[in-house]
């Protein structure tokens, strides 16, 4: 079945550095979406890339899709600690009768330090 | 529009019980997924329903097992509660469009004792 393998699991950034985290999918994607969850709260939809080589803006996060549709990128511009959470990748696959679901990557725990 | 509403939020079973779970979708959305998310296999899918039919599930044992009602609520139950079932339980609710996302409820977390 399809995996998505999410690096790194845990970063850990002094307040106003940059940070990263790279999605690789086993399987090339109609689309990949973009979650961020707080301590304590659910997954918060962020983002969806449906076109190769896509690059998406929100602010001070940059997403991007690859040109194969297999791997992803989020990058954040001079973090906050408002930005500490787990962010999480994950790609849809759909089966028989429409049915649809999203696999998840493992997400990257992100700590920012004041 | 109201987002997608889990009751209850938290729950104490012990072992052997079985427990409901409910999920209010977004209003016009007809499709229903409940995921299991626990800190060692993170977010993992259980099943989607559509207008009232489990169309996917996934890889759990058939005491996890879920219905849809004609106004697209649903629930999950999981019978004889194991310790390794504590986790937060998701819903998220899609208007079942191709290439459309999925929105998610704050969880239910339980706890197996």
């Known amino acids: 079945g399809q995996q998505v393998m999410q690096i790194p699991q845990y970063q850990h950034v002094q307040e106003g550095e940059d940070f990263t985290t790279y999605c690789n999918s086993s399987?090339?994607?109609?689309?990949i979406q973009w979650y961020k969850q707080r301590p304590g709260g659910h997954p918060v939809f962020l983002i969806q890339?449906?076109?190769?080589?896509e690059v998406k803006k929100q602010k001070r996060l940059t997403f991007q899709f690859g040109e194969a549709k297999k791997n992803s990128s989020l990058h954040i511009t001079a973090t906050q600690t408002t930005d500490v959470g787990t962010y999480f990748c994950a790609g849809p696959s759909y089966s028989g009768a429409g049915s649809y679901q999203l696999t998840f990557g493992k997400g990257t725990k992100l700590s920012v330090i004041p | 529009k109201a987002g997608v509403t889990q009751t209850p939020r938290y729950l104490i079973k012990t072992r052997g019980q079985q427990v409901t779970l409910s999920c209010s979708p977004i209003?016009?959305?007809?499709?229903v997924s409940w995921y299991q998310q626990t800190p060692g296999q993170g977010l993992q899918f259980l099943f989607e329903y559509f207008s009232e039919t489990q169309r996917n599930k996934g890889n759990f044992p058939g005491r996890f097992s879920g219905r849809q009602f004609s106004n697209s609520r649903s629930e999950m139950n999981v019978s004889t509660l194991e310790l390794g079932d504590s986790a937060l339980y998701l819903c998220?609710?899609?208007?079942?469009?191709?290439?459309?996302?999925?929105?998610f409820g704050p969880g239910t977390r339980l706890l197996v004792l």
């Open positions: 399987t090339t994607l109609s689309n």
């Open positions: 890339l449906v076109k190769s080589g």
């Open positions: 209003s016009g959305h007809r499709s």
């Open positions: 998220a609710s899609r208007t079942g469009q191709v290439q459309e996302t999925q929105y």
